[in-house]
């Protein structure tokens, strides 16, 4: 590339520009009609939800309802444990409701206090 000049690669550096701006305006338009955004693309590198932002018409996607869904098995699983005498890895539903009714206060304080002393 030594032998070639200054304005050639001038000319090079416009022309791949040239279609770097050719390809941006045909991904715009290609997004128009696949995905119906109005916007164009930020030329800028932006993060990933900017990119591709959610769409506007569609719901997010909630996990309460799942949450829900497991802590009513465990709960379910927990009563028939109790229910029928069962006990899982040698945990029985007396330890899980010692568990659930130990007070903790004295012990989070004693943590407390020991990372303030760090």
Known sequence: MSNVSTEQKLRLVQQ?????SEDQY????????????SSPR????????????????M????????RLLLALIIFGAVIA???SGINVAGITAEKIFEA??????DTI??????????
């Open 16 to 20: 791949v520009r040239s279609r770097y």
């Open 81 to 83: 444990m109790d229910t």
């Open 109 to 118: 304080d004693q943590w407390i206090e020991a990372a303030g002393s760090l």
């Open 26 to 37: 045909d991904l715009t338009n290609r997004e128009r009609i696949l995905y119906g955004r």
């Open 100 to 105: 659930i009714a130990a007070d903790y206060e």
């Open 59 to 66: 719901p997010r996607p909630s996990l309460f309802k799942i």
């Open 42 to 57: 930020s030329t800028e590198e932006g993060s990933w939800t900017e990119q591709y932002p959610y769409p506007e018409n």
